[in-house]
């Protein structure tokens, strides 16, 4: 459980409030920056025209199916399934496009692929499973493998806080995961681990890990953006020592190549949850 108490926290980040108090975090950028990263890879080779895109934990605003829509992406179809109530955006109320199918009140680990409307070859679920125990998430993600059409481009796009035990979990976090152990336990459901990106990450954690040129163009740019902005650029860069992490999966792996080792072989501590064995189902 959090600091709260709760083994499930629904809160969730609100660009509209953000903008109320003048300040955009860099958690704000990230997640601008990540529903466009969708947005890019849908609109490449127009992937929208057959993109089932099934989104976990969207947010009450809807954040994604908006950016697809006014970046003239819609999907071929868009299924929300969020544990909270949803709210359609009030721009889908005349529009040509709107969200296909919302599953409201719903937890997306209960969901076999028979319980779906679409098979999805696209799955995204930002910011969700650390917002759960180690058990919840680790089902959660298996459900993804499972939804996964089998087709060498279908993807799921997963992003979650690398828990950094020196740092602490945020207090409304339930469980944020040690970047290896979330690639061990990736590898260990089925995925396979097409790209990783970190999405913002602290200058004290990524300076040391920088070539003299990296920081070079640092400094150059530090002459104009603020940290926040900064946090996000070069994060990509560096997803293991970012903040936060997104990850680009194919539904199988290739058995012969794993890129991090079994989660059981990881002897430390996986997660800032004390049912963090749990992990390992």
């Not at 109320?20 to 529903?35: F, N, P, S």
């Not at 998430?137 to 298996?142: S, T, W």
Request: proline share 6%.
């Amino acid at each position: 459980m959090n600091k709260h108490g709760r083994s499930i926290d629904k809160t969730f980040l609100s660009i509209d409030k953000a903008e109320e108090r003048g300040l955009i975090h860099r958690d704000y950028i990230a997640h601008c920056l990540r529903w466009s990263h969708v947005a890019d890879f849908i609109r490449k080779k127009k992937r929208w025209l057959t993109a089932d895109i099934v989104d976990i934990g969207p947010g009450k605003e809807l954040p994604l199916a908006k950016t697809l829509y006014v970046n003239r992406t819609p999907p071929k179809s868009y299924t929300a399934i969020d544990v909270s109530k949803i709210e359609i955006p009030s721009m889908f109320d005349n529009s040509s496009w709107k969200p296909t199918y919302i599953l409201e009140k719903t937890d997306a680990a209960e969901l076999s692929p028979d319980n779906l409307y679409v098979r999805p070859n696209i799955v995204v679920c930002f910011e969700v499973i650390e917002h759960v125990e180690p058990g919840h998430a680790r089902a959660i993600l298996k459900r993804i493998q499972q939804w996964l059409v089998p087709d060498e481009n279908a993807r799921a796009f997963i992003s979650t806080p690398n828990w950094d035990p020196k740092v602490g979990a945020a207090g409304n976090h339930v469980n944020e995961i040690d970047h290896l152990a979330l690639g061990a336990l990736i590898e260990d459901i089925g995925f396979g681990i097409h790209a990783r990106h970190g999405t913002f990450a602290s200058q004290k954690d990524i300076l040391p890990k920088m070539s003299v040129e990296e920081k070079h163009l640092f400094q150059r740019l530090s002459r104009y953006y603020d940290s926040n902005y900064l946090s996000t650029i070069f994060a990509p860069l560096f997803p293991a020592q970012s903040r936060n992490c997104l990850w680009v999966l194919t539904k199988e792996r290739n058995y012969h190549m794993r890129k991090f080792p079994n989660l059981r072989n990881l002897p430390h501590v996986w997660t800032s949850s004390e049912k963090w064995r749990e992990l390992d189902g």
